[in-house]
Nanobody, 114 residues
Framework: QVQLVESGGGLVQDGGSLRLSCATSGNVFRVTDMGWYRQAPGKQRDLVAAISKGGTTTYKISVKGRFTISRDNAKNTVYLQMNSLGVEDTAVYYC????????WGRGTQVTVSS
């Protein structure tokens, strides 16, 4: 019904930057919150950042000041600008969009090398 596709992941050196994008398609008509989770090997999936329809943002404490979430409501697309990346940021990053229910992307790998 609603499909989400992440892009922008990859391999980056310690201290580098990446910009993730998450595009929606399908029956998209009233998206409210959007955001990003990540899951590292052997760890639970944690919320990285979220943004409301009106632009209110929430961040995981460890990424505050380094990551910036934004969205384009006309495109129903959410972004995650990640700066000053460290090895601890290595994970699969999943985007989500809320519309009646929560929809998930399949994830994109972010690997930070020291």
């Amino acid at each position: 019904q609603v499909q989400l596709v992440e892009s922008g992941g990859g391999l980056v050196q310690d201290g580098g930057s990446l910009r993730l994008s998450c595009a929606t398609s399908g029956n998209v008509f009233r998206v409210t919150d959007m955001g990003w989770y990540r899951q590292a090997p052997g760890k639970q999936r944690d919320l990285v950042a979220a943004i409301s329809k009106g632009g209110t943002t929430t961040y995981k404490i460890s990424v505050k000041g380094r990551f910036t979430i934004s969205r384009d409501n006309a495109k129903n697309t959410v972004y995650l600008q990640m700066n000053s990346l460290g090895v601890e940021d290595t994970a699969v990053y999943y985007c989500y969009a809320d519309q009646i229910q929560r929809y998930w992307g399949r994830g994109t790998q972010v690997t930070v090398s020291s």
